[in-house]
Each structure stands twice: as C-alpha cells, then as structure tokens.
C-alpha cells in the first residue's frame, strides 16, 4: 500500500508549531494563604499553599481541541507525603472490593487469556498449512479408495492376508469411514479446524491490516515528513493541485486545512480476506452438501418405471426427505445418437413424473448434460446398456431375450443372449448367440459357433439359422440414471 502525506507550514519555524498561553495575574482570587499554627508539643505544622492555573492551548491540532481548556491544580507543601498503608497498598483506596467483583474480573481474564491463546495456534501459518496438505491427502486417498461400496468389496480388494503396503487392509477402510471419505469424521473434523484457522487468521491477522490501512496520518510537521522514506520539496506548488494529480494516479486523497493525505493499494489488502471467505464458502457448501444429502443411481429398462424415494438414499446426517420422494418416474422411451462411423454419440430418455395419484406433473427428455429437476430432485442421464431383445421364431411371438453384459478388454460395451434350439433341458444343450455392441445391429451365430449373418431391429428382415427363422423385432434398451438432491 501506498501513502502520501504533504503539508503546508507558514511558521518561522516550521519544525514547532506556534503554542498560545494566556496570562494569569499571579494574585488570582485562588491563591490562598493559611497561617501557622503551633500544636500543644510545639512542633511545626505544615503548611499548603494551594493554586489553580488554567490556559489553553493552541497547536496544529487546534480543530481537534477547539474549545476545550486544560486545568490543573498544583498543591505546594513543606512536609513529605503520608506514608502508604498497609491497606493502601492492598486496595489502592479506601474503598473495598466486593469478593463477588474479584472473582468475576478473575473468571473473566482466564477466559480473555483463554482466548487469545486459541486465536494465537489456530492462526499460526505452519497449522494452517499442514491442515491443507491434511486434506488435499484424504481427498487423494478418497479417490484412490473405491467409495461407497459394500463391506465385500473391501474385504476381497483390501485383505489382511495380503495388506496393501505391508499394512493397510480393509479394517482401515471400514473403521477409519474412509469406504465414504467425504463424509467421514476425520475429514470433517480436518476440515473444521482448516476452516477455523483461516477464520482465526482473518480476525488477529487480516482485519487490523485493513484498520491500519484506513488511518488518515496527516503530518502537520515539515521535519516529519523530511523523515519519511522518500521526501520532495515543492515552492511553488499548490496542495490543491497536487492531490488533483493524485487523484488522476488512482489515489484517494482527503485534504484537512494546509495538509494531505493520500493512499494506494487497498485494495490489496482486501484481496486476502475475500479469499479467505470464498475458501469458507466452498468448504461449508461442500460440507452441507455431504452430510445433507441424497443419491442413487437405477437402470431402468424402457417402458418401465420406479419411485424416487426407492432409489436414494441419505449421505449425511442432516439428510431429510421431501414430499418429491413419492413421485412415480415413467421411462417412455430410449433412444441414441451414432457418429459417422458407428460409435455412440448421444443418448436420451423421455421421462414422464407422476404424482401419488397417476396425473403426470412434469414430462421431458433428458440426455447427457442436459438433466430434469423437479422438487429439488436433479435427475441425470449417465448411463445406458441393453436389456432385452425382441425376436419372431418361425412367426411366433414375439419373445423378449435378455441381454447381459459380457466382460470384455476395454471399456467398449458387449451384451449377448441365447436362443436355445432342440432340447432345452439336454445337458449339451446348444442354441443360437446374439451379440450386439448398441442398439443399431445385431450380430448372430448358429449353434456351433459361426458366424450366421447380421440385421438390423425393425428391418423385418428374417434369417434362417440351424432350421429355424429368425427376425430380430426390436432392441430394449435402459436408461442408466442418477438422481441428486442437494440440500
């Protein structure tokens, strides 16, 4: 931050300013004598010799003091002081403190010192700095760690037989909550203490720099400012004219009488504490955001439907349900989008919510970024697979095939099914194989495993494969949705 300050003396002397004193008569009505008087052992007694003087002052700082007097009474005596008792130096006066008083200014300075040590650790920057790499560590252990899966999960991934880094296994996980990082009691808690630091930071550190900063420091002496970093000298120039000039620089100047003032930068001072709340918003949205909650991912198969409050589930123990719970989510329709060359593009979902009582509230189609939000519940699409595909046989039908996911290298999607063909309940039973990457082809095989030929859902085109006609009517496909409700 920068500051200027300026100032424009007219004395003789411009390192004193000029101090007024008013002359008083040196026999003022107060000044009084008293006699002498002997006591019966015929030693002296002291005698005062009281006076008052009063005179005002006049200085630079005249508006500040303007009307106000300064009057001080001068007691003259020939004996010494009385000497201190003993309660004197106990009480300070002769007044006695009430006990109730002692032990409330006690009660109340342990607090006082209570708290300015909490301020002076939490606002130490070494703290701060290990509770941010803290958690920056558990957000990247979070990632690391598969969340929110069943206690199975970790028990095969992470078993104690076999410990990840000779030590880590799945007691780790389960005990320490680190199966749902982000709303476990130790990044919680690690989070706190961070957000605590930096209010603790901002309250000792931040807010008195600023209350510095703001302080107008007129120097009304020519030899104060001589002492400053950098000085000039100016005959001929005009305070006026100078913090016009200031001001055009970006400064903002405040003039009082022949002096000036003019400071840059505060802005800069700002800049921290603006970062420090917006680092405490993020954390406490991202906070209440975890502990009050709800999610749940469903694949549901077109035509089909399922209610919202089967699906999600609390994460946080803020989380409370809504009457938006009990809305019926009908799946009408899925369909998806192809590039040139085959690969899937786009997908969508034509959705229809009901009401407890059937009426439909709301319709829309929904597709990858472009979600449904009704009654605070955010309805994403994220997914899609293939449920089931519709065949003819011989002209009868249709039958509805389910279609699996078959695990293959990469992250390119296979499903399959099976139409068995002669004896179904042989124990060598064979059949024909459908294959299908999307909903646009489906591939087939006859019983002994080669390649039949290849059609398309909806071409009506049959095929005949180990005596049996085929026609591929249609393909199912799902509708891989997650649902959100933040608080």
């Not at 109340?108 to 301020?119: D, E, I, Y």
């Not at 900063?213 to 120097?219: A, E, H, K, Y």
């Not at 989510?329 to 009582?357: A, C, P």
């Amino acid at each position: 931050m920068k500051a200027l300050s300026l100032s424009a003396i007219n004395t003789s002397n411009p390192c004193l300013p000029q101090t007024h004193f008013l002359k008083v008569p040196i026999f003022h009505p107060f000044f009084r004598f008293k006699p002498f008087s002997n006591s019966s052992h015929g030693a002296k007694r002291a005698h005062t010799l009281p006076l008052t003087i009063s005179c005002k002052l006049k200085n630079s700082q005249e508006m500040k003091n303007k009307g106000k007097s300064v009057s001080q009474k001068i007691v003259l005596s020939e004996a010494s002081p009385p000497p201190l008792t003993e309660d004197d130096k106990n009480n300070g006066d002769s007044k006695d403190v009430p006990e109730s008083s002692k032990k409330k200014g006690g009660l109340s300075g342990v607090a006082n010192m209570l708290r300015r040590k909490t301020l002076q650790i939490l606002s130490n920057l070494p703290l701060a700095i290990g509770e941010m790499f803290a958690v920056a560590s558990l957000m990247a252990l979070g990632t690391f760690i598969d969340q929110g899966e069943a206690p199975d999960f970790y028990f095969q991934k992470y078993p104690e037989d076999h410990p990840v880094f000779g030590f880590f296994t799945w007691r780790w996980v389960l005990t320490l909550g680190f199966d749902h990082m982000f709303t476990s009691p130790i990044f919680l808690g690690v989070l706190a203490l961070l957000g605590a630091s930096l209010m603790a930071c901002t309250y000792t550190t931040q807010l008195p720099l600023i209350k510095v900063s703001r302080r107008w420091s007129f120097l009304h002496s020519a030899e104060a400012i001589r002492k400053q970093e950098f000085s000039e000298s100016l005959p001929r120039a005009s305070i006026q004219d100078v913090g016009t000039i200031l001001m055009g620089a970006g400064y903002e100047v405040f003039l009082k009488g022949p002096s000036l003032y003019a400071f840059q930068g505060l802005a800069g001072r700002l800049a921290p504490v603006g970062v420090h709340i917006a680092l405490l918003l993020i954390m406490a949205g991202g906070t209440l955001s975890a502990t009050g909650s709800f999610r749940g991912s469903v694949t549901v198969p077109q035509g089909l439907n399922f209610v919202v409050g089967d699906v999600l589930a609390p994460f946080g123990f803020l989380s409370s349900p809504t009457d938006a719970f009990n809305t019926e989510i009908h799946v009408n329709k899925f369909s998806m989008d192809y590039y040139e060359s085959g690969e899937v593009s786009q997908f969508h979902t034509d959705l229809s919510l009901r009401n407890m009582d059937g009426k439909e509230v709301m319709r829309k189609t929904i597709s990858v970024n472009d979600p449904l939000r009704y009654g605070g519940i955010t309805i994403y699409q994220t997914d899609w697979s293939i449920s089931a595909l519709q065949i003819l046989k011989d002209n009868e039908g249709p039958y509805n095939l389910a279609m699996a996911p078959l695990q293959i290298n990469g992250d390119k999607k296979l499903f399959g099914t099976f139409l068995p063909v002669g004896d179904i309940n042989s124990p060598d039973v064979k059949g024909i194989s459908m294959l299908a990457r999307d909903l646009q082809s489906i591939v087939l095989y006859d019983k002994e495993g080669k390649f039949a030929g290849v059609r398309r859902p909806n071409s009506k085109l049959p095929i005949n494969i180990d005596g049996s006609e085929i026609v591929i009517v249609d393909a199912i496909g799902s509708s891989g949705l997650e649902l959100k409700v933040p608080p």
